[in-house]
């Protein structure tokens, strides 16, 4: 008999919010299941080695390698690119063929294209949604929101981080509210001694050009439209006109620093003369040590559905401030953690993070919260809940 198998999709390896999410489930997951996991990428990136831990790893498609002008030419009018994803493709239906699958799982909603290839497998379908209605408009990768309507289609129970998630999709998708469930992103454990000693905190803090003892405001995460890269240097020129605090750092941790969107937010930066007050560390494999130099977490994003980040600064007890209608930041606020202001009201947002600044007891009081709040989406506690949906589905009760 076929060994049983699930079958794990994701849209990308990069290091970003749901593949991360994903692999911390899945390294919960396997020491704990005897089902075989089974992962397909349909495109690879940064973490793939990190998938290849957790399971059997296939990638479909893979961009041309570069090279001079004549063999890209050459490759392209032989279609080569395409010839390869075929070629992949059809060694990945042989890998399948070996397992029983008994469900399959979208880690997110531009995995359609993969669901479409495994359409024929008979067994429950499921996506963990991360998407919020700009991204679902609007995010192409590969195919936008084509490949979100094929996961609607094909995918019969949704997992979605926030409530936020979910509503759109009820509201605006047509998806029975029965169909819908949520869990939280999961976080893992940190050990808050070893990023709270104070001589090792300063001296990163010092390689990044920010003072001793300097109050810092932290952002995370990639640098573009919906995260509010560009508003974090805005709300950093607003805070240094007030003159009691010229001298506050911003500190940003993530991000490709070679994209031609830094390029944009380091021209405002140049042009504002905060160079010398506004810190991008780009992409980091361990970020914790950079969290630990932040006293305060703006959370300045348009539109996020559950950032990771929130519980992660929050397991080190900073607190956060965020707008309104912008995702699951404002349900992690609302619970203690922070405060919400108006969407896009820089000035409000500015007024808040100074005055929590300015009160140590308030700021601790919210950290203990965030440290409470954070410490139960640990892995060890939310990846239960997550997988008890899939048992559930497996077996038939959903």
Same mark, same amino acid.
């Given at each position: 008999?076929?060994?049983?198998?699930?079958?794990?999709?994701?849209?990308?390896?990069?290091?970003?919010?749901?593949?991360?999410?994903?692999?911390?489930?899945?390294?919960?997951?396997?020491?704990?299941?005897?089902?075989?996991?089974?992962?397909?990428?349909?495109?690879?990136?940064?973490?793939?080695?990190?998938?290849?831990?957790?399971?059997?790893?296939?990638?479909?498609?893979?961009?041309?390698?570069?090279?001079?002008?004549?063999?890209?030419?050459?490759?392209?009018?032989?279609?080569?690119?395409?010839?390869?994803?075929?070629?992949?493709?059809?060694?990945?239906?042989?890998?399948?063929?070996?397992?029983?699958?008994?469900?399959?799982?979208?880690?997110?909603?531009?995995?359609?294209?993969?669901?479409?290839?495994?359409?024929?497998?008979?067994?429950?379908?499921?996506?963990?949604?991360?998407?919020?209605?700009?991204?679902?408009?609007?995010? /192409?990768?590969?195919?936008?929101? /084509?490949?979100?309507?094929?996961?609607?289609?094909? /995918?019969?129970?949704?997992?979605?981080?926030?409530?936020?998630?979910?509503?759109?999709?009820?509201?605006? +998708?047509?998806? $029975?509210?029965?169909?819908?469930?949520?869990?939280?992103?999961?976080?893992?454990?940190?050990?808050?001694?070893?990023?709270?000693?104070?001589?090792?905190?300063?001296?990163?803090? #010092?390689?990044?050009?920010?003072?001793?003892?300097?109050?810092?405001?932290?952002?995370?995460?990639?640098?573009?439209?919906?995260?509010?890269?560009?508003?974090?240097?805005?709300?950093? $020129?607003?805070? +240094?006109?007030?003159?009691?605090?010229?001298?506050? +750092?911003?500190?940003?941790?993530?991000?490709?620093?070679?994209?031609?969107?830094?390029?944009?937010?380091?021209?405002?930066?140049?042009?504002?003369?905060?160079?010398?007050?506004?810190?991008?560390?780009?992409?980091? $494999?361990?970020?914790?040590?950079?969290?630990?130099?932040?006293?305060?977490? #703006?959370? !300045?994003?348009?539109?996020?559905?559950?950032?990771?980040?929130?519980?992660?600064?929050?397991?080190?007890?900073?607190?956060?401030?965020?707008?309104?209608?912008?995702?699951?930041?404002?349900?992690?606020?609302?619970?203690?953690?922070?405060?919400?202001?108006?969407?896009?009201?820089?000035? $409000?947002?500015?007024?808040?993070?100074?005055? !929590?600044?300015?009160?140590?007891?308030?700021?601790?009081?919210?950290? #203990?919260?965030?440290?409470?709040?954070?410490?139960?989406?640990?892995?060890?506690?939310?990846?239960?809940?997550?997988?008890?949906?899939?048992?559930?589905?497996?077996?038939?009760?959903?």
């Amino acid at each position: 008999m076929k060994p049983a198998a699930i079958v794990f999709v994701s849209h990308t390896a990069d290091r970003d919010g749901a593949p991360i999410e994903l692999l911390r489930f899945l390294g919960w997951l396997k020491t704990r299941t005897p089902l075989r996991i089974l992962i397909l990428l349909q495109q690879g990136g940064e973490l793939e080695s990190d998938f290849r831990k957790a399971g059997s790893v296939r990638v479909w498609k893979r961009p041309l390698k570069k090279t001079n002008r004549l063999g890209r030419r050459l490759r392209e009018s032989l279609r080569w690119e395409g010839i390869g994803n075929h070629l992949r493709l059809a060694r990945i239906r042989c890998w399948l063929f070996r397992f029983r699958v008994v469900l399959v799982y979208a880690n997110t909603a531009f995995c359609g294209e993969s669901l479409t290839i495994l359409k024929n497998i008979n067994c429950p379908r499921i996506c963990r949604l991360h998407e919020m209605a700009f991204a679902l408009k609007n995010y /192409c990768y590969p195919l936008g929101f /084509c490949s979100f309507e094929q996961t609607l289609k094909y /995918c019969e129970s949704f997992v979605v981080v926030s409530e936020a998630v979910g509503d759109n999709l009820v509201k605006n +998708h047509k998806v $029975a509210p029965e169909q819908v469930r949520k869990i939280y992103g999961s976080v893992e454990p940190v050990y808050r001694k070893d990023y709270f000693d104070r001589d090792q905190r300063e001296e990163l803090k #010092a390689k990044l050009g920010i003072p001793r003892d300097v109050p810092v405001i932290g952002g995370a995460g990639r640098i573009y439209w919906g995260k509010g890269t560009d508003l974090f240097v805005q709300l950093a $020129a607003i805070i +240094h006109k007030r003159h009691d605090f010229r001298n506050v +750092h911003f500190l940003w941790v993530g991000g490709d620093l070679q994209h031609e969107r830094f390029q944009r937010v380091e021209f405002d930066m140049n042009r504002a003369r905060l160079n010398n007050v506004v810190h991008f560390t780009g992409h980091q $494999a361990d970020p914790y040590p950079y969290y630990s130099c932040m006293d305060m977490l #703006a959370m !300045i994003s348009r539109e996020d559905s559950f950032p990771l980040v929130n519980p992660e600064v929050g397991l080190l007890g900073i607190p956060m401030v965020c707008f309104q209608n912008s995702g699951g930041s404002e349900e992690w606020a609302s619970g203690g953690c922070g405060r919400v202001v108006p969407y896009l009201d820089l000035e $409000a947002f500015a007024r808040e993070l100074m005055e !929590i600044l300015a009160d140590p007891a308030a700021r601790a009081k919210m950290g #203990a919260v965030c440290r409470r709040q954070a410490e139960n989406l640990l892995v060890e506690r939310n990846a239960p809940r997550l997988y008890r949906i899939l048992q559930r589905l497996m077996n038939g009760e959903y």
